[in-house]
């Protein structure tokens, strides 16, 4: 199997508070792993690249001081919102590419309100 | 820039009949291409992928069309079944194997009707 876990599910926060949200592929070895949101009926945007080790790929836009992200192991990354405020309320879905193969299994993705 | 559109946002399907999903995309150097399904408040599940050098790809009741020249590319589901509902996304990438991003569309939402 290929799982990907994310926690927490669904986090409510004060806006100023940081987040940090988990991605872990449990039966596999991930040397890559990225981090998307979506908003209400819209695509899934990629926000940044991880890869074992290294420092994270951000897309055009994304800001790698707010949205800091960690791939210490290759079956863990962790994407911190720092000083949340209300527009990065949206459901964040990690997925996890495989040492070798093309496909990614995605997590089950995290609710984050910021009040 | 969005360089995989599907241009359908919902799609509804008689119980039994084939359901069909369609993306196009406007880079010509895509050359992986993947289906996902997806369950409100969810991440998004595999469902068939098709490389370039096919045009189609089968998976029991799915079924993957790829048409490189019109960029174009369609998802068949038959006989659709209410538990396929849900929103599908198409996505596409560059050279397998390189771990590099995938691009996806903006999603159709799928509705079989019992």
């Known amino acids: 199997g290929a799982v990907v876990s994310q926690h927490p599910s669904r986090v409510i926060c004060k806006s100023g508070t940081s987040v940090k949200i988990e991605c872990r592929s449990l039966?596999?070895?991930?040397?890559?792993m990225f981090w998307y949101r979506q908003f209400p009926k819209q695509s899934l945007m990629l926000m940044a690249t991880?890869?074992?080790?290294?420092?994270?790929?951000?897309e055009q836009g994304v800001e790698k001081d707010k949205f800091l992200i960690n791939h210490a192991s290759l079956t863990l990354s962790t994407l911190t919102v720092t000083s949340a405020h209300p527009e990065d309320s949206s459901f964040y879905i990690c997925?996890?590419?495989?040492?070798?193969?093309?496909?990614?299994?995605f997590g089950p993705g995290t609710r984050l309100t910021v009040l | 820039d969005q360089q995989v559109k599907q241009n359908s946002p919902s799609l509804s399907v008689q119980e039994g009949r084939i359901s069909i999903l369609n993306c196009d995309y406007t880079?010509?150097?895509?050359?992986?291409f993947l289906w996902y399904k997806k369950y409100p408040a969810e991440g998004p599940t595999f469902l068939i992928s098709?490389?370039?050098?096919?045009d189609k790809n089968e998976d029991g009741r799915f079924t993957v069309f790829l048409n490189k020249s019109a960029k174009h590319l369609s998802l068949h589901i038959v006989p659709s079944q209410p538990g396929d509902s849900a929103v599908y996304f198409c996505?596409?990438?560059?050279?397998?194997?390189?771990?590099?991003?995938?691009?996806f569309g903006t999603g159709t939402s799928l509705t079989v009707i019992p």
């Open positions: 880079n010509s150097m895509f050359d992986y």
């Open positions: 991880s890869n074992e080790g290294s420092k994270a790929t951000y």
């Open positions: 996505a596409a990438s560059y050279a397998p194997n390189t771990g590099n991003q995938f691009y």
């Open positions: 997925s996890a590419r495989k040492v070798s193969g093309d496909e990614q299994f």
């Open positions: 039966d596999f070895q991930a040397t890559t």
């Open positions: 098709i490389s370039s050098i096919k």
